[in-house]
């Protein structure tokens, strides 16, 4: 079926010690529940993404999991910013984001899962969700609530498919356009997973 593999921020920061030390000790635990075959404490998205180029060369891979932070159309490690505009050529990730999609399973049946705050939220998280599925040839999913222990708002899109989320789901403040703050996650928000929920529910795809 294909190797899963999960990649989270491996950098320190003041003030965040519990949270990314439960990155850090999930990522053991998923890979002793088998729901990963390998993981990755990255400290650069050059450093993340040459990992999955390079990690057990000649697989082929089903599943991407990346856990860091996030905003609207955005996910970071440490300040280093993944976003619409690495899917374009010229841009420096654009070529090993590339080489990763060479390496996914085909016919849409891989999947790049962002467990972070707010990514698919508002219309640049909806822009993003949309560009990046059609860039990988992949299945994406991703998160419109902030996410803790609930994580709320997950969505999944299918490349060549409009996002079928409203693009105000999750907002507190703001507006599609111009988003200021998003709602925390909690069992009554929509489309709501536990942190130890290691799959997107099928239905919650578009197609």
Known sequence: MGLRLLVFDGTSKKGERLLRSAWSTGAPLY?????????HGATSWADALGWLVNIHRGEIISE???WGHGKWGTVFIANDVLNAHAL????????????????????ARALMWFRTCETFGAKAGQD???RLAHFLG???AGHTHVIDVFQSGL???????????SAREGLAEGSPEAPVLAKRSSPFEPHTIHFMNGAVPEPWFSR
């Open 31 to 39: 890979r002793a529940l088998n729901r990963v075959d390998a993981y």
């Open 64 to 66: 991407i999991q990346y």
């Open 88 to 107: 374009e050529a010229g841009h420096p990730l654009h070529a090993p984001l590339a080489a990763v999609r060479a390496r996914l399973l085909p016919d």
């Open 128 to 130: 993003f969700a949309a």
């Open 138 to 140: 992949a299945r994406v």
């Open 155 to 165: 969505h999944g899109l299918y490349p060549n498919e409009v996002p079928h989320w």
